[in-house]
C-alpha cells in the first residue's frame, strides 16, 4: 500500500518562498515518475511539475516556469517542489502522485496561500 504525505504549506507573502515535501511509503516510489499538482478553489486540479523516477529530466506548466523546481531524493523517497518568487494566483493546495496519477494515492495535500 503506497502513501503520500504531503507538507510545507503555509501562508507568505507575495513574492516569497516555499520549500514542499512529500515523503511516499511503499517501494515503487524510485521507479515512478512524480508530479506535483495544484487544485485551487472553484478550479479542476492542475500539474505544475514533474519529474522522471532518476531525477534527470523536468517539467513545467507554463504558469510555473521559472520559478518553481521539482527534485528528488530516492534514498528518502522524497519529493520536493521549491517555490520561489510566489504570486497570488498559486494560492492552492498542492498535491503529490504519480504522473500519470494513481487514483488511490491522492493524500490530503498542503494548502498554499500567497496573500498580504
Known amino acids: 500500500q503506497v502513501q503520500l504525505v504531503e507538507s510545507g504549506g503555509g501562508l507568505v507573502q507575495p513574492g516569497g518562498s516555499l520549500r514542499l515535501s512529500c515523503v511516499a511509503s511503499g517501494s515503487i516510489f524510485s521507479i515512478c515518475a512524480m508530479g506535483w499538482y495544484r487544485q485551487a478553489p472553484g478550479k479542476q486540479r492542475e500539474l505544475v511539475a514533474v519529474?522522471?523516477?532518476?531525477?534527470?529530466?523536468?517539467n513545467y506548466a507554463d504558469s510555473v516556469k521559472g520559478r518553481f523546481t521539482i527534485s528528488r531524493d530516492n534514498a528518502k523517497s522524497t519529493v520536493y517542489l521549491q517555490m520561489n518568487s510566489l504570486k497570488s494566483e498559486d494560492t492552492a493546495v498542492y498535491y503529490c502522485n504519480t504522473e500519470p496519477s494513481t487514483a488511490s494515492y491522492w493524500g490530503q495535500g498542503t494548502q498554499v496561500t500567497v496573500s498580504s
Open positions: 519529474i522522471t523516477s532518476s531525477g534527470h529530466s523536468t
